[in-house]
């Protein structure tokens, strides 16, 4: 039931016309109706922005020293109420959380803030007059102290005393430095206020322009992926593992080549793909990629060559829930054993909490595809994992490798790695090897899978199946200056030995 003369003062009703609305004017329940937010009392959408217009154009005319405040609010941990304790709890929170907010503002006379509710759990706030932006920065943070407050539910739909923890992320975009127009001034507190809630929730972030320009820049970038994958600019090269106790490729890592595109060329491979997560052309980016080195390992097949092949995937790739089946579908498409293909997952595959990371892993797992995972020992994914998830590899952090030889601590770290990977039955790679003491290194602690730049850098489709089909017929040619002579000159006893050049 709305609050008549709540919302007349709202809408700037005068003391005469409201006797009018009590007794049902029509005029002011179609404006209730179009204006004000049936469940917080609030404006809605249409409301605060008519609103917030009128006092911009207000500010525009007269003081312009005059300054405003947009406050775009949306609530951290809401969904959970709904979920455990019902949607009647979560409208009563939002009837709460909107009282809590106007205790923080001035709420009476021509110049009261003004509050409103866009829909779901998103609030947006124009400070009328500030004092100054730290005036802003205190208005803000008595929200998130209000809100960070348990707030208690008592009504028929919870239990008695029945008490819920949430908090708030604040984007703020001020008036007139940042922008003069309502539409604009919402774009940038939302801009900051995702900023707040990426940044670990339950604070305040005053929007900069830098971050316009950071969003511009990954929109160029989405855009230039799409154009160069519908002009076939992208290619996959093949970065080789190698068993250095006999000095053979025993597996192929695909790596994603953009060299051709050269408005792109200042991000690597991380960048790139992270940036193109963000949208939909990540989807279209990944499908392509899992199908390519598909296509090249059925290829190799074709000449005689079996040998696994290791693919990046990520997250948004991973979590489709159809992503087992059409992989299935590729392989079967290519006439490429499950057990060839290895999936490489970084911890962002593995930390959803909205996706059932068990059952894809045991999906993948029963398909006979191998489960690897990315910079092993970085990132904060607990261990227990190794016992609970079907994991076949573990990809130690280019970190410790890179590190080790000039680190005791680091050193310890590795080889406490490796150890647990060997005895768990995982297969270990030291992946970013840049030198031959690391590689010596690695072979002391049992590693024997390696991979990186000292060895080889990534190749060209066509430069490792050369490699590849000749080493089969016994004309192998020269990858890499890896030698097996020269690491076994190596005492890893020496510390002298760590200091040697490779042979070339």
């Keep these: 039931m709305y609050d008549i003369y709540r919302i007349s003062n709202m809408l700037g009703v005068g003391s005469s016309e409201?006797?009018?609305?009590?007794k049902g004017n029509s005029k002011m329940n179609a404006l209730k109706i179009v204006q004000v937010d049936a469940l917080t009392q609030l404006f809605n959408r249409v409301g605060w922005q008519t609103r917030a217009q009128k006092s911009l154009a207000s500010a525009a005319e007269g003081d312009t020293s005059d300054v405003k405040a947009?406050?775009?609010i949306d609530l951290d941990r809401f969904k959970w109420v709904n979920d455990s304790l019902g949607h009647d709890a979560g409208d009563l929170l939002l009837q709460k959380v909107a009282r809590l907010m106007e205790s923080c503002l001035v709420c009476e006379g021509e110049q009261a803030d003004i509050a409103g509710r866009f829909g779901g759990d998103e609030f947006v706030i124009l400070l009328q007059h500030p004092s100054s932006l730290s005036d802003v920065a205190k208005v803000a943070n008595a929200i998130i102290d209000k809100l960070s407050q348990p707030i208690c539910l008592s009504d028929a739909c919870c239990d008695e005393n029945t008490e819920v923890e949430i908090g708030a992320?604040?984007?703020?975009?001020?008036?007139?430095?940042?922008a003069v127009e309502v539409e604009t001034l919402l774009k940038y507190a939302d801009l900051a206020m995702y900023r707040a809630k990426h940044s670990g929730r339950n604070q305040v972030v005053f929007y900069q322009p830098e971050m316009m320009r950071q969003i511009e820049r990954r929109r160029r970038v989405q855009t230039q992926l799409r154009k160069a994958l519908k002009q076939q600019r992208l290619v996959l090269d093949y970065m080789p593992v190698f068993d250095t106790q006999n000095q053979a490729v025993v597996a192929i890592e695909a790596k994603l080549n953009f060299s051709e595109c050269t408005e792109l060329m200042n991000l690597d491979e991380a960048q790139l793909l992270g940036i193109a997560e963000e949208s939909q052309v990540g989807i279209v980016l990944g499908e392509w990629m899992v199908q390519e080195a598909i296509r090249f390992c059925g290829q190799l097949l074709q000449e005689g060559v079996e040998i696994s092949c290791a693919m990046e995937i990520r997250p948004c790739h991973f979590q489709q829930k159809a992503f087992v089946n059409w992989l299935a579908e590729q392989l079967d498409r290519y006439g490429v054993?499950?057990?060839l293909f290895i999936l490489s997952l970084s911890e962002g595959c593995l930390n959803s909490q909205r996706f059932s990371v068990t059952s894809q892993l045991t999906a993948l797992s029963r398909l006979g595809v191998e489960i690897a995972i990315r910079s092993f020992g970085s990132g904060n994914w607990s261990l227990l994992r190794l016992h609970d998830w079907p994991i076949d590899r573990l990809s130690l952090s280019a970190r410790f490798v890179q590190e080790a030889t000039h680190n005791k601590v680091i050193a310890a770290m590795t080889g406490s790695l490796i150890e647990m990977g060997l005895t768990l039955n995982k297969t270990v790679i030291g992946c970013g090897v840049s030198s031959a003491?690391?590689?010596a290194f690695l072979n002391s602690c049992g590693c024997f899978l390696i991979q990186g730049g000292?060895?080889?850098e990534a190749l060209s489709e066509e430069e490792i199946e050369a490699y590849l089909v000749q080493g089969l017929v016994g004309e192998a040619i020269e990858l890499s200056p890896y030698d097996s002579e020269f690491l076994e000159e190596i005492d890893l006893d020496d510390e002298a030995g760590f200091n040697r050049q490779p042979k070339f």
């Design 169 to 178: 992320s604040i984007g703020v975009a001020s008036y007139p430095s940042d």
């Design 437 to 439: 003491e690391q590689v």
């Design 70 to 72: 947009v406050l775009f």
């Design 18 to 22: 409201k006797k009018i609305v009590s």
């Design 337 to 339: 054993p499950p057990e």
């Design 454 to 456: 000292y060895l080889s």
